[in-house]
């Protein structure tokens, strides 16, 4: 989707021997931890393993009270062999003051009018060219470690698709509540269960997000694209999502922009209604209760 003699592939993030905390831009000093103050270590990338190279493209707009947390989280996993594209909208506030402070350990960014999201999205992976794709929104975060878990699923299991819990962070309060997912089964694909920046997979499989689409971008993409496919879930974090106001999930005033995803999605043209959707949604509901009931007796 770009020419621009781009010279392909990017380059990779450089990781110096230490990890990249000490050398990235200082941060305000009252942010501590993750990922302000503490990184992945690089111990944990065996020396003796090829590490095979991960996409992640991070679709940004307006969002600079987040968006520095969100390309620490992704750099200061010290991942030895990193793509990382930044696609802004042209954003009118800090955003791009702040990617450009970033700009050394990206490979790839641009700043300018587009139709949304699912453009910005489809731009970045036109020019990827990791072996595992992803993308994380400008107010979300990776957990620490989270690329070294999913890298790690992927070679032992070799799925097509890698997915784990995730965690909401509530702005208003501070609190955070953990969301676990549940396996997906093609039965149960049209129930939207994932958790978006929890979600990796393999280069073969990826499809260009439909555009059309304000909100359930993910939800369609995984309709097309997971059917079929080798899952692998990871029972524990891999992502946070902040809840706030202007967040699409979460935030007022989306309503008609759901609405029509939702005729789009369900049209003739696309994927068509859900037949029996009570039924589904009461099965579902049965084998969610049922593993709820096996793990509280401890066999899972």
Known sequence: ????????????????????????????????????TTQTSIRVYATDVIWPKIT??????????FLEQTIRSVLLQNYPNLEYIVIDGGSTDNSVDIIKRYSPWISYWQSEHDSGQSQAINVGFSIASGAYYAWINS??????GAFKKVVTAF???????????????????????LIRIQRLFDVFIRIPTLFQ????????????????????LDYELWLRMLKGKKKKLLKFPLSTAHVHSAAKTHGGGMDEAWRNDNQLICSKHAHGPVYHWDVMVRINNLYLKTLHFIEKLGFN
């Open 1 to 36: 989707m770009l020419d621009r003699g781009l010279l392909l592939p990017l380059s990779v993030v450089e990781v110096p021997p230490n990890g990249l905390l000490d050398v990235l831009p200082l941060t305000d000093a009252s942010k501590n931890g993750w990922p302000w």
């Open 56 to 65: 992640i493209v991070t679709p940004s707009y307006n969002q600079g009270k």
């Open 139 to 144: 107010d979300d975060y990776y957990v620490e």
């Open 155 to 177: 070679q032992k299991t070799h799925p097509e698709f890698v997915y784990g819990y995730g965690t909401n962070e509530h702005v208003n309060n501070g609190h955070i509540e």
């Open 197 to 216: 920046p929890s979600c990796f997979w393999v280069k073969e499989i990826h499809q260009p997000i439909w555009e059309e689409l304000q909100c359930a």
